[in-house]
């Protein structure tokens, strides 16, 4: 076999709960269950940092959102800064241009710093705010950007397809391609996608976790609705007379619109998988398929993402290598958002820099090993639902949680959640309050206080604040 070509596609906000493999029956992603039935499917999946830019610069770099970034906000710059003042060991891109591939982006960035300054030869991508129509968008070095008006998911895989249709020659050399797809993270809903996506599933046969209820009442939060469906409204200060709801909205109405995003996505992957058997692509190109982290979508109340809970940190991870990995699912390791630029590094036979993190899943891959020795995931997050930044554990039958002082640097509860997810998935009965299975809790606390001091912060500025600026805003 020639050196493979690598596709990392990646989504936004997709928590796995919420595709057909990972045993949801009523959404319908046949294309990311096809893939995951050639390659591995990771039930027990997890994001190093549930936020949107932290969490991508641990797929970028392998490390930990501390360590490549020195912080676990949000960023919201357009166009990137031209400057590295994070990300500044050697990313996944660069890793691969080393090796002798060209490397490009298409779709979401949202990170610090320009992606042409951290390996990528090429790129194209659309304005931090989410807007599936009217979009602003940037290529490579570009400042003033450029309006689309199509469907931005149409649009980056039609980029997608010109990408691959000039490296399908035997004489090109291998490519290693980021694609982000921007869905299904808000906005959803009516106006937000084409007609067919939104009225796909009937609030009626739309299955609701347990945890969405309390005392018997269904998640509702008008302010948090209109986040989901109205494209700006997080972004801007003022209301609008038109900043209104359907009416009788309910939680139903809005996962049903989410499922209708996540439909987009998997159309997305069949597209593009499509595209690589049109270019005689397929057999040599590896493709890992995975999201940044989960939505809340109402559980425990809440919505969004930035918490240790289950539904924003549980991912789908799917890798398809023919001929090199053998389909299986693979119940019992957990594998982290760091964990898979070693993987790919190794797959490809290239070499993983000292400075990542995370850990090569390959011997998983190959059927060596069920598991690694160090079965477990760090999780890290500013988790704004509960006033400070937390820290955690995930192993395979437990979740345990700290939270930090606003400096983050000082543990300031070192006893907040403990959670047996085998008995417990919904996360309903917090044993720190019942003082039950104390040897884990002992154990876990440990572990989690060793890494909070041995894994090191980067010393970098403080995030600037926005600089998208009007017309985009109110276009």
């Not at 919420?18 to 039930?43: K, M, W």
């Not at 209820?213 to 609008?240: L, P």
């Not at 059927?367 to 820290?391: H, K, M, S």
Request: hydrophobic share 35%; with cysteine.
């Amino acid at each position: 076999m020639s050196t493979p070509n690598v596709i990392l596609c990646q989504c936004d906000q997709l928590r796995a709960f919420e595709v057909g493999c990972y045993g949801n029956s009523v959404v319908r992603t046949p294309h990311i269950d096809r893939l995951a039935g050639q390659g591995v499917r990771f039930d027990l999946a997890v994001t190093n940092n549930p936020v949107c830019t932290p969490a991508r610069a641990c797929l970028l770099t392998g490390q930990y959102s501390r360590t490549c970034a020195g912080t676990a906000d949000n960023v919201f710059q357009d166009p990137p800064p031209q400057e590295r003042s994070r990300l500044r060991d050697t990313t996944i891109a660069e890793a691969f241009k080393q090796g002798g591939y060209d490397t490009a982006l298409i779709g979401k960035w949202h990170t610090w710093g320009h992606p042409n300054l951290v390996g990528f030869d090429e790129s194209i991508y659309p304005c931090t705010p989410h807007r599936h129509y009217g979009q602003q968008y940037f290529e490579n070095f570009d400042t003033e950007g450029f309006v689309i008006d199509e469907f931005t998911p149409d649009f980056e895989i039609a980029r997608v397809r010109e990408y691959l249709r000039e490296h399908r020659g035997n004489d090109q050399k291998p490519f290693f391609l980021h694609y982000n797809i921007s869905p299904p993270h808000a906005p959803v809903g009516p106006g937000n996608a084409p007609q067919w996506y939104t009225d796909m599933y009937p609030p009626q046969d739309i299955p609701l976790r347990e945890n969405v209820f309390d005392d018997g009442a269904m998640a509702h939060s008008e302010r948090w609705f209109k986040i989901y469906t109205i494209w700006d409204y997080f972004t801007r200060w003022m209301q609008k007379p038109t900043d209104r709801l359907p009416e009788g909205m309910t939680l139903r109405h809005l996962i049903g619109w989410y499922y209708g995003m996540v439909t987009v996505v998997d159309d997305m992957v069949g597209r593009l998988t499509a595209t690589l058997e049109e270019f005689g692509l397929s057999d040599n190109t590896l493709i890992v398929f995975n999201s940044d982290h989960g939505d809340n979508l109402g559980s425990h109340q809440l919505f969004n993402k930035q918490c240790l809970y289950e539904e924003s940190i549980r991912i789908p991870l799917v890798l398809r290598f023919p001929g090199v990995i053998e389909p299986q699912t693979n119940c019992e390791q957990i594998a982290q958002t760091i964990d898979i630029m070693p993987t790919i590094l190794d797959l490809c036979g290239l070499t993983v820099p000292a400075s990542v993190q995370g850990r090569s899943l390959k011997t998983v891959l190959a059927g060596d090993a069920q598991t690694l020795e160090d079965n477990v995931a760090f999780i890290e997050t500013d988790a704004i639902f509960f006033e400070r930044p937390c820290i955690g554990i995930r192993t395979p039958t437990h979740l345990y949680s700290m939270k930090l002082g606003e400096d983050l640097r000082r543990i300031e509860d070192d006893a907040f959640w403990f959670f047996d997810m085998r008995q417990d998935p919904w996360q309903a009965n917090n044993l720190i309050e019942t003082g039950e299975q104390r040897d884990v809790a002992a154990e876990l606390k440990d572990r989690l206080r060793t890494w909070n001091q041995q894994t090191p912060w980067l010393d970098a500025p403080a995030c600037a604040g926005p600089t998208c600026e009007p017309p985009f805003l109110t276009r």
